[in-house]
Antibody, heavy 116, light 109 residues
Framework: QVRLVQSGAEVKKPGASVKVSCKASGYSFTGQYIHWVRQAPGKGLEWMGWINPNSGATNYAQKFQGRVTLTTDTSISTAYMDLSSLRSDDTAVYFC?????????WGQGTLVTVSS | SYELTQSPSVSVSPGQTASITCSGDKLGEKYASWYQQKPGQSPVLVIYQDRKRPSGIPERFSGSNSGNTATLTISGTQAMDDADYYCQAWDRNTAWGVVFGGGTKLTVL
């Protein structure tokens, strides 16, 4: 069965970077784009960007351009989201999701807390 | 940038029909998807391509999309349907970026 398993919770200081992983299984990893979506505490879903694991092509939401980098390692079917220059308002749960025109499978979420 | 607007909250009695709307400019010309999210859980896809239900989603969930409004309808609402619901669409003007509505809290009381 399809699974997306994300790395564990992180606590970071303002100005630092965080890298969250998303390991896919149960399907051909290079066949579908992976998206990253975040959700601040008590807030709605916010799209961050997508990556095509087959080509490495990316598309980032304007809000995150220059701060977010999406990559994949196809040899281990894993996608990564790297967010730099962290601020307190980056505190959120970060999700990866598989794109089949809509998001049919989601990771369990990774809580990133930014605090001094 | 493209925006999707949802009412913050909707209330419904058990067994009644709940309608949750999502509005955006010419939204009917795009495909809309809907996600259900319960506290502490990842979102779950309940409607895609305006009106299709993924495997395992009950028939009481249905969708439509026309003009500027997409609608998620839950017939015979059950207590387990109490959750947040988000609409989602693609924005071709941002090289196929994605937009979410702000979410609607459905309360079944």
């Amino acid at each position: 069965q399809v699974r997306l398993v994300q790395s564990g919770a992180e606590v970071k200081k303002p100005g630092a970077s965080v890298k969250v992983s998303c390991k896919a299984s149960g399907y051909s990893f290079t066949g579908q784009y992976i998206h990253w979506v975040r959700q601040a505490p008590g807030k709605g879903l916010e799209w961050m960007g997508w990556i095509n694991p087959n080509s490495g092509a990316t598309n980032y939401a304007q809000k995150f351009q220059g701060r977010v980098t999406l990559t994949t390692d196809t040899s281990i079917s894993t996608a990564y989201m790297d967010l730099s220059s962290l601020r307190s308002d980056d505190t959120a749960v970060y999700f990866c999701a598989r794109d089949r025109g809509s998001y049919d499978y989601w990771g369990q979420g990774t809580l990133v807390t930014v605090s001094s | 940038s493209y925006e999707l607007t949802q009412s913050p909250s909707v209330s419904v009695s058990p067994g009644q029909t709940a309608s949750i709307t999502c509005s955006g400019d010419k939204l009917g010309e795009k495909y809309a998807s809907w996600y259900q999210q319960k506290p502490g859980q990842s979102p779950v896809l309940v409607i895609y391509q305006d009106r299709k239900r993924p495997s395992g989603i009950p028939e009481r969930f249905s969708g439509s999309n026309s003009g500027n409004t997409a609608t998620l309808t839950i017939s015979g609402t059950q207590a387990m349907d109490d959750a947040d619901y988000y609409c989602q669409a693609w924005d071709r003007n941002t090289a196929w970026g994605v937009v979410f509505g702000g979410g609607t809290k459905l309360t079944v009381l």
